[in-house]
């Protein structure tokens, strides 16, 4: 076990990050509408019948109950959800508002007044724990019907749909929350552009045009929130979030080496040089060559308006990292690696094919703070793995207890490297639906959660040996993490 020293500031935020879809259920509940998110397929197969040709958004919704229309009914338990989070001691709770619990079709002028009630009192009970909320405001459950019938984020009409839903939002809890992110792993659309985007090939995912075209309406849509959030609450914090994968060449060949400067921008940065710059880069028409890209609609004010109002925080997943052989006639592929890339020979790996490098959550500090100099927030982080109870539904999950140990050490090293970090929100802080395979048994949590694959089980809910370590953790400011 390490016995490294490690350094965290005061006021840093410990927590852990849910999403809606995946924890809530009651999708059909006092007025919403469905999502993206509703219409998925479950099980192992879920991105590759949604990267299908033959996938569209006309479901039969009699025929497409997943886990994810239960969740852990969260939308019922919140109260005794976000107590035990308190029992750990909990700083913030990261958590997403389900944009089709607001406008059940997404393209209304008047929002649903129960779901905008609902929210009230997760903040308010957040608030009365002394946990500040960090709120996603749009985290891979845009409503369906705007993926539907209008295409999902390449059409301009999404700017004003997402303003007309943020402006709601924000100006409803803009007095009590601080903290807050535009869009979830935007970035991912790059492999998944449904969940971000609402794009499935049958509505044009499968042309890069398209996804530029999104990811630039986005930009605008996010840069619009900012400027609404500052006016509603000039304390307000606003942030972008990616998904970050810090990204090795295999060797010291300068092929592979400009291979992955290449993936590092297009993966890593074009998304935040926009959203945190406030502009998009120069190797932007490098990138527009390459996927066949021609000149993008922008309207007059656009760049300006994305200029001007540029995120006040950078937000980050971090699970893995990638590796680069541009050179190798055959490649060794990582499976299970969501984002592509090389086995890397150095890392161990996950019962899901995840490579572990906790020393790459340092590298990705360290790249984002030196390129941005701009405060970073950890929002997603955190080992699935299949949890073992005994009789008395205890699990003794000391291999993610080790895993979040050395992502800690690694933080805290970056720290003293001088990066700018406010906050940790491991992931599924409590046992949720998966969102690649939309099962319960790959577990993040905490707390665990009685509930199978096949939605059977009390959903009663039981900590973890990680639980009391977590609360460890953060009640010594991350100096215990034995």
Known sequence: MSNKTTVFPDGFLWGGATAANQLEGAYRS????????????????????????????????????YPNHRGIDHYHRFKEDIALFAKMGFKCYRFSIAWARIFPKGDETMPNEAGLKFYDQVIDECLKHGIEPVITISHYEMPLHLAKEYGGWKNRKMIDFFENYATVVLTRYGKKVKYWMTFNEINSAFHFPALSQGMVKA??????QNIFQAWHNQFVASAKAVKIGHEINPDMQIGCMIIYATTYSIDANPVNQMATLAQNQEFNFYCTDAQVRGEYPAYQQRMFDKYGVSELEIEADDLELMKKYSVDYIGFSYYMSSAVNETA???????????????NPFLEASEWGWQIDPEGLRIALNELYDRYQKPLFIVENGLGAIDQV????????????????????AMSDAIKDGVDLMGYTPWGCIDLVSASTGEMSK?????????DDNGEGTMDRYKKKSFNWYKQVIETNGQDLK
């Open 329 to 343: 006639e055959e490649d060794d592929t990582v499976v299970g690696n969501l984002l592509g890339g090389v086995r």
């Open 203 to 208: 509505t044009g995912a499968g042309d890069y």
């Open 443 to 451: 577990r993040y949590g905490f707390i665990y959660v009685d509930l």
């Open 30 to 65: 006092d007025g919403k509408g469905l999502s993206v998110a509703d219409a998925m397929p479950g099980g192992k197969q879920r991105f590759q019948i949604l990267g299908s040709d033959t996938f569209n958004w006309e479901i039969d919704e009699d025929k497409f109950i």
């Open 390 to 409: 005994d009789e008395n539904f205890y699990v003794e999950d000391d291999y993610r207890i080790d895993y979040l140990r050395r992502h800690i050490e």
